[in-house]
């Protein structure tokens, strides 16, 4: 039964879908479509919630039970002893919306009394929000309104599992006036019943599949970059929290595979989320980790996942075994399909890695559909599976919190959410090829694009205010190199940043009055440029010369006196001098891309 017999026409309400049965004192799922009275409805009863008793109001010589039929009229009362006035009754009926030219509160007949009704604006299918895909916690918003949120809370709660990554992230939840950046992480862990058949069934669980889920600052767009679990990179040290509540850190290891970032030498999230902000440049806020069973769950909880096969499958390792065309799968398939390998591509962990990048984005689509969002069984599972499959940072380790950033996630329009993965190459240092190593070339600028929150989309608003913005900042006369005076500090990770910038200024760029002043007191992410408003057309110049976003220019509010200087504090995003701190306005060639929005065949 689809949604609109199940409410959605007729100007049925979909919250009236849970009514009261007076005879049990219930709450129950009505799943038929008429709005005028139920008796005689063949269906099933659907789910029932039971109800909150409310104790009686003094005086009010007990509480009566009252419906109404389809055109408003009262059918009998219950007595106080719950003996029946007259017949055994039904289901009352959904209402209808109330009429247009009647007074509030007044329901209509619900059957056809159309005229003069106010009439329901269609819904813009294009308009579809999107959902993380662990979005089972926005379901815990939509259940929440119908079977009361207290009983949901406490029930939700006791399913998360958490994780205290310190310093790795953010303690709030997040920052009204900041890009979003949450690191999605898959491990190989075989938990879960029939998982122990999987791989290596004693593994402590690795990053094997990772996705920074880059949300921009103005919530139209975000970025869904995934990681390659063979790629070779640096883990840096981190800090750990112990069981017994103590801290510990892990030694760095140079020139290892990335997914070991996470479980070898008891690393934990935190690990992984410093690694990956050591490589892109971008802090994580947040971490989200599931295992090989949250796949089965989730799927089975949304009524299975619709993906398509560009050809027929049958793969001996994962046992997949599925014709060409479309198919919807859950459980058992649905975790065969995302780990499949072998049948893709050219059988590399990097053809999986869009296999799975489909299988989430028709997630995402199937989460926002009506089918999902009007079943208060579905978006109850959902929500269930969702908190029992996630283990999360504590920043966000409440239903609340979840359902909080779930909401501002949510305000991403699905169009404009963009899948692709970070450029490697094969290692040069193997002749049997098993690992990848950054392709820095292409690496870099859309590493600078998200760290600039630059949409991978074209969001014609965002386009138009970023350019604006950064228009009006180098709007203006530019100071000659000569008049130029600046102080740079090394606030960002490139060794000996400072002096190489000088370097560059004076002989590339003629900026002779500019010294290097060492480190910075404080390590800081981005590059800044401070300046007094009577040197704005030096910070004009500096900014043009160093390729610094309008973002990275701080004015201060006096004037500077004699010969006071600019401070510039190089970041972490600083690359090398000469290298320009902004990213390009579009994504550089040969970087593969996916949109959420589209249904894409595995091929």
Request: proline residues 5%.
């Amino acid at each position: 039964m689809d949604a609109q017999s199940r409410g959605r026409s007729n100007n049925i309400d979909p919250a009236d879908q849970w009514v009261l049965n007076p005879h049990t004192g219930d709450y129950e799922l009505r799943l038929n479509n008429s709005g005028g009275d139920s008796a005689g409805a063949s269906q099933a009863p659907g789910p029932r919630i039971p109800r909150r008793r409310e104790p009686d109001r003094e005086g009010s010589g007990g509480r009566r039970n009252t419906s109404r039929d389809g055109d408003g009229e009262r059918r009998g009362q219950s007595r106080r002893d719950g003996q029946e006035s007259g017949p055994r009754r039904e289901v009352p009926g959904q209402r209808g919306r109330r009429s247009a030219n009647g007074p509030r509160g007044q329901e209509g007949s619900g059957r056809g009394d159309t005229a003069g009704r106010r009439s329901r604006k269609a819904p813009k299918a294009r308009r579809k929000k999107a959902l993380l895909w662990t979005g089972g916690v926005m379901a815990f918003v939509l259940v929440g309104l119908s079977v009361g949120v207290y009983a949901l809370y406490q029930h939700f709660n006791g399913n998360l599992s958490t994780v205290d990554v310190g310093g790795a992230g953010n303690k709030n939840v997040f920052d009204n006036d900041a890009p979003v950046n949450i690191l999605i992480i898959g491990t190989d862990k075989r938990t879960g019943k029939g998982n122990e058949g999987y791989g290596d069934k004693d593994s402590v669980g690795h990053a094997d599949t990772n996705i920074l889920f880059h949300v921009s600052k103005d919530r139209t767009n975000a970025t869904a970059l995934s990681i390659p679990r063979d790629m070779i990179t640096n883990i840096p040290d981190c800090e750990t929290t112990q069981p017994d509540g103590t801290k510990k850190v892990i030694p760095g290891t140079q020139n290892v595979r990335f997914n070991e970032s996470l479980g070898q030498e008891d690393r934990d999230p935190g690990c992984t989320m410093r690694t990956v902000e050591e490589i892109t440049g971008l802090k994580p806020d947040h971490f989200m980790m599931v295992d090989f069973n949250a796949v089965k769950e989730l799927s089975t909880a949304v009524g299975g996942v619709k993906i398509c096969l560009a050809k027929p499958v049958k793969d001996k390792d994962s046992h997949l075994d599925l014709s060409e065309g479309e198919h919807r799968i859950q459980g058992e398939d649905a975790l065969a399909f995302v780990r499949t390998r072998h049948s893709f591509g050219n059988e590399s962990d990097l053809d999986r890695i869009k296999v799975q990048q489909q299988f989430i984005a028709s997630m995402i689509r199937q989460m926002q559909s009506d089918d999902t969002l009007t079943s208060p069984t579905k978006l109850f599972k959902l929500a269930n599976a969702a908190t029992s499959a996630l283990t999360v940072d504590t920043g966000i380790g409440s239903p609340k919190k979840l359902a909080s950033l779930a909401q501002e996630l949510g305000k991403v329009n699905t169009k404009n959410i963009t899948f692709t993965t970070v450029p490697v190459m094969d290692n040069p240092a193997e002749k049997v090829r098993a690992t990848v190593v950054l392709d820095t070339a292409k690496a870099d600028p859309l590493f600078a694009m998200m760290r600039e929150d630059t949409s991978l989309t074209e969001v014609k608003e965002q386009k138009k205010a970023a350019k604006s913005k950064q228009d009006a900042v180098l709007k203006g006369t530019k100071a000659a190199a000569a008049d130029v005076r600046v102080d740079v500090y090394n606030g960002g990770k490139v060794p000996g940043a400072a002096q190489t910038t000088v370097v560059w200024l004076q002989n590339n760029q003629g900026v002779l009055k500019s010294t290097n002043k060492a480190n910075a007191p404080a390590k800081i992410d981005k590059t800044t440029l401070e300046y007094a408003p009577n040197q704005a057309d030096q910070a004009r110049a500096l900014a043009a010369m160093m390729g610094l976003p309008g973002s990275a220019l701080k004015q201060g509010t006096t004037d500077a006196e004699g010969l006071q200087a600019m401070v510039l504090t190089l970041g972490a995003d600083f690359k090398g001098a000469g290298i320009p701190i902004t990213g390009p306005a579009k994504v550089p060639d040969g970087i593969q891309q996916a949109n959420a929005d589209k249904a894409e065949c595995a091929k």
